[in-house]
């Protein structure tokens, strides 16, 4: 059969490729090792998290599918670091697996131009240096124009528990044996890396009069900009934390642990370390905290997060008993350490597009990253791409002042990693401008450019944009020394100027809110929602910061406008230290400002392409 893309992978990247791929108009096929892994939230029944939940709305503002589905599937939500200020509060959702994965399925199934197969793809095609199809372990050959890989952490991967091993993917679903294999024939350079996954306990064992509740938060912002009904919370969560007991536990069985023990040999992920790599790591806490949050509403299982553990499964006993408040627990799923083949991700473009093969795309865990908003946020970007290579048109490159997936990409493709990947908001220099609640003013024009916006959302954002215009408006009115305004200021303990001043400069002051100007005149607030009021007090709240946050992009920006040839040898070029040809010949960056964030590139050797690039110029 014939394809224009062919996406291998039903995880949360190859669901946003593929849905990529099938609306803006191009026959797709969605090849999974199993239907019943779409989407499924193999590790913990969450999405979202601190810079996490920056991703997702980002996904959303693009077109994406990921945002939606988190809202429509939220039993409880909270927003992160909500007392800290707006460029480090992130949105997290406990979700429905079981719903989630039903309601995904069912939406692939009714969306036009694409097709889904139950098979194992087992070999890419290539002619001529393009991808021409994808075999399967099956003996069927599907042909197409475009491939993306997503093929998370099942390449090669097997679970660990203690020293019982098997080779399969997550959950127990099958792995990919020969694809890796294929990708190695291609030129990929293959690494291994670890992640890992708790215990889930019978919730009907658990003593929840020993545990602090964890309320869900109300009347916060959606992951999608098009979702009309905010998500009711629905369960609790809960808090307990382990005991000087769990540690002597772990401490005494560290020569059955994998970890120590040699059979774990891929890289893990250093921000979500399993608990025995807690214990001895921060031997100096008496104890970590860990969440009980539940799977979904029509099962039993309870996820203990902050407990991943690949000990025995004895041992794990001990160690659940241990916490106060499971002490009679019932461990219905084991923890499990997995392992699994990942590519070297600098070998790709800031499209995503393999440097050697074209037409050939990855995304995902793949590439080294670990979260499913981290694939998620690939998936799109790959699947708008291979769309558009296909197209024949102009690809989507996102930078590292436009969003945070930006800065995912431009990370792993030009710094590479040497750990499973996890987005946080340290990583973005810019973001306090790369706010969870502007990603539709950043983002939206851009998913509408490159055909994934559709026009019912793209009316929610237009109307948005009249809206906040109109509350800017209104904020432009000045008052004087003897309004309402000036009676505030000083219940507020704020000066108020003889002259006056706008609604705009009054909610600059740090003791005034959004509310305040609102409750000032009802009436004329009225017809605005919460969330687009709470998106003007944070420009003005942040203004000086945010023009001099202008001024660095705009700088930066003159380095990014520099392109540079992808052909060439910087062998040739005189005056640059080895190791900086060796590592721009090795990334190949496609601007100036890329190639000065290549680890091994030093300022010196910038001012040197900086002087050949002249050169190059005059000579012309």
């Known amino acids: 059969m014939d394809y224009d893309i062919i996406v291998i992978g039903s995880g949360h ?37 601190t810079a996490k939940g920056h991703l997702v709305c980002e996904i959303d503002a693009l077109g994406g599918v990921m945002g939606y589905m988190a809202d429509k599937n939220t039993i409880q939500r909270r927003m992160l670091n909500a007392s ?62 475009a491939v993306v890989v997503a093929t998370g952490v099942y390449l090669n991967s097997r679970i660990i528990i203690g020293d019982y091993t098997k ?57 999608s900009f098009i979702t009309k009904k905010p998500p009711r919370n629905v369960i609790n969560c809960y808090l307990t934390y382990t005991t000087q007991t769990t540690h002597d536990i772990i401490k005494n069985n560290l020569d059955k ?12 992920p250093r921000y979500c370390p399993s608990i025995e790599t807690k214990v001895v790591r921060f031997a100096d806490k008496d104890r970590h905290q860990l969440f009980l949050e539940p799977e979904a509403l029509s099962t039993k299982e309870v996820y203990v997060q902050g407990f991943s553990t690949s000990m025995p499964s004895y041992i794990q006993q001990d160690m659940v008993h241990s916490l106060p408040g499971l002490e009679n627990a019932h461990i219905m799923r084991d923890a499990y350490a997995i392992e699994y083949d990942a590519i070297e ?12 093969v074209h037409g050939l795309f990855t995304a995902g865990q793949i590439n080294g990253t670990s979260g499913y908003e981290e694939a998620g946020a690939q998936g799109i970007v790959a699947g708008i791409n291979a769309a558009r290579y296909v197209q024949g048109l102009d690809q989507m490159i996102l930078t590292r002042d436009n969003s945070y997936i930006g800065v995912l990409i431009d990370d792993l493709v030009t710094k590479g990693t040497n750990e499973p990947y996890r987005m946080m908001t340290s990583r973005a220099e810019y973001r306090l401008s790369l706010r969870q609640d502007n990603a539709d003013l950043r983002l939206t024009e851009i998913g509408r450019k490159f055909g994934l916006v559709d026009d019912k959302r793209y009316r929610i954002y237009k109307k948005r944009l009249r809206n906040l215009a109109k509350i800017r408006k209104i904020l432009n009115e000045r008052y004087g020394i003897n309004s309402n305004l000036a009676k505030l200021f000083a219940q507020k303990n704020e000066n108020f100027p003889s002259t006056g001043l706008s609604l705009k400069e009054a909610l600059r002051r740090s003791n005034i809110t959004i509310d305040d100007i609102v409750n000032l005149d009802k009436e004329k607030f009225a017809i605005f929602n919460r969330y687009d009021l709470q998106e003007i007090e944070i420009e003005e709240k942040y203004s000086g910061y945010l023009s001099r946050q202008e001024i660095q992009i705009a700088q930066a920006k003159k380095n990014e406008q520099t392109p540079l040839d992808i052909n060439l040898d910087y062998s040739n070029i005189k005056g640059l230290r080895i190791e900086a040809q060796q590592k721009l010949n090795k990334i190949k960056p496609l601007s100036l400002g890329q190639a000065s964030r290549i680890s091994g590139v030093s300022p010196a050797d910038i001012a040197v392409l900086t002087v050949y690039l002249k050169t190059i110029k005059l000579a012309k």
């Open 13 to 49: 990247a190859g669901v946003e490729a593929a849905c990529a791929g099938a609306k803006m108009g191009l026959k797709t096929l969605l090849l999974t090792l199993n239907l019943d892994s779409i989407s499924f939230l193999a590790c913990n029944p969450s999405i979202g998290g």
């Open 84 to 145: 800290k200020g707006a460029a480090v509060q992130s949105l997290r959702a406990q979700i429905d697996k079981v719903s989630y994965h039903t309601e995904m399925k069912k939406m692939l199934e009714n969306l036009d131009n694409l097709d889904i197969i139950q098979g194992e793809a087992s070999d890419i095609l290539v002619e001529d240096g393009k991808v021409v199809g994808v075999a399967t372990a099956q003996k069927n050959v599907y042909n197409c124009k």
């Open 167 to 223: 080779d399969c993917g997550p959950n127990g679903f099958s792995n990919s044996t020969s694809l890796t294999d294929s990708l190695v024939r291609l030129g990929f350079e293959i690494k291994r890396f670890k992640t890992g996954t708790p215990v889930r306990v019978h919730s009907d064992t658990i003593d929840y009069s020993k545990l602090e509740i964890q309320k869900g938060d109300d009347d916060i912002q959606n992951f």
């Open 257 to 268: 642990a994998p970890m120590y023990t040699g059979l774990i040999t891929g890289e893990g």
């Open 345 to 356: 991700s600098t070998q790709l473009y800031p499209t995503l597009e393999c440097k050697f």
